[in-house]
């Protein structure tokens, strides 16, 4: 695989404008080889071929021919001749990436869309953005002139599309009265209008969301107001605001929205989802419980005494939750509990004088699976002869029984 170079171009494909973008190997000897890795139509959907992303190096191409190594879950796999186009709905950086539109590309366009060059003969800018403004001028023309007018940053956004006419007015003429909000993109202008913000409000606001971390300006408001304007507070207001979704508060009343003290009703809403929390897992562990006896209902009666220990199937889920606390084992994490109400498994536990011994996993057919002492060394952790002898032992007898 190669880190590449890239360009694009406009083809028309099937009866559609399409964007291409073409690969090109980095590497001087492999200069040149070329491959179409992306392909973007004029609806908006997108694929992609060849394609693989590196946490070091980012994207990387495999040309035809070349033998890729992909790594799953510890196994190594191989796929060659990968020119099959999927979904790149996923691969956001060819959505920015591009070149500048030139006359070819231009001509495509109007071979098409005729009409089209009302809006290219104002406005020049990357074939990507030229494709989304495509887009949206099939069905709002009156984007020639809003890009014409140099407000691209609520021209290209399908979002200013689906406001209303009324909205959209008075975000364009807040435009046109306030120059410097051409480089503003669409949620700060909608921020600055809601909250009726001059210049300088607004720019002591995105200062502290630059410097600090970026928050709504009703939570930025009321951080002021209480005096508490910091990154600390910021982030326990986040942690507050997602308890209080969680809660059955209205998280629409003012009274839950801007607390007077922030940090004691952080400290006691977050007490009350733990309660409410443990009641859930209390109600969950009940029902659990109840398919678990029924489960293990006819392997109680095996509960044996051999050799000074205890060898028996646990009747309650809070037996098992014991014995992996003590053995240090997944028990309870790993969910072992639904494969014995599922009757994957049994769980078969040995004991000494009530402390945990080892634990079993038994299938099907006397058939044991894992089989361990104390797991807190993972390296050493077998149980020791004389218990597998134990183990053994029930396992005839139950037999007979």
């Not at 491959?35 to 070091?56: A, F, M, V």
Request: hydrophobic share 35%; with cysteine.
């Amino acid at each position: 695989m190669y880190v590449c170079d890239y360009s694009d171009r406009l083809k028309i494909v099937k009866g559609e404008v399409v964007r291409i973008v073409t690969a090109y190997p980095k590497r001087k000897a492999e200069s040149h080889r070329k491959l179409d890795i992306y392909r973007e139509w004029e609806n908006g959907d997108s694929e992609c071929r060849n394609l693989y992303y590196n946490g070091y190096s980012g994207y990387r191409v495999a040309f035809p021919k070349d033998v890729v190594s992909l790594y799953n879950n510890g196994t190594c796999t191989f796929e060659q001749n990968l020119e099959k186009w999927g979904d790149a709905s996923t691969v956001k950086v060819f959505r920015w990436y591009s070149d500048i539109i030139s006359e070819k590309d231009r001509a495509v366009i109007l071979s098409k869309y005729p009409e089209f060059k009302w809006v290219l003969n104002k406005w020049k800018s990357t074939l990507a953005k030229t494709m989304i403004a495509l887009r949206i001028w099939k069905e709002h023309k009156e984007v020639e002139f809003l890009l014409s007018a140099g407000f691209e940053c609520v021209a290209l956004n399908l979002r200013f599309w689906k406001q209303t006419e009324k909205k959209r007015k008075e975000i364009v003429n807040y435009i046109r009265t306030h120059e410097s909000s051409k480089r503003l993109n669409l949620s700060e202008i909608q921020t600055i209008l809601k909250y009726k913000l001059s210049e300088e409000e607004y720019a002591e606001y995105h200062h502290f969301c630059f410097i600090y971390s970026k928050v709504r300006y009703d939570v930025y408001k009321y951080l002021k107001k209480i005096g508490q304007l910091n990154s600390r507070t910021v982030f326990l207001y986040r942690d507050y605001y997602k308890m209080l979704k969680e809660s059955t508060h209205d998280i629409k009343s003012e009274y839950w929205l801007y607390p007077k003290d922030l940090q004691k009703k952080h400290d006691e809403l977050r007490e009350e989802i733990n309660r409410i929390k443990e009641l859930v897992a209390i109600e969950k562990l009940k029902i659990k419980q109840e398919k678990y006896s029924k489960a293990v209902k006819k392997w109680l009666k095996y509960k044996m005494d051999i050799d000074g220990y205890c060898v028996y199937v646990p009747e309650t889920v809070e037996e098992i939750k014991e014995q992996a606390d003590v053995l240090h084992q997944c028990l309870i994490a790993c969910d072992y509990v639904s494969d014995v109400i599922n009757k994957k498994c049994v769980l078969v536990f040995i004991r000494k004088n009530g402390k945990p011994i080892a634990t079993a996993q038994l299938f099907k057919g006397n058939k044991i699976g894992q089989f361990y002492a104390d797991e807190h060394d993972r390296g050493n952790c077998l149980p020791s002869p004389k218990v597998k002898a134990v183990m053994n032992k029930w396992l005839e007898l139950k037999e007979v029984a």
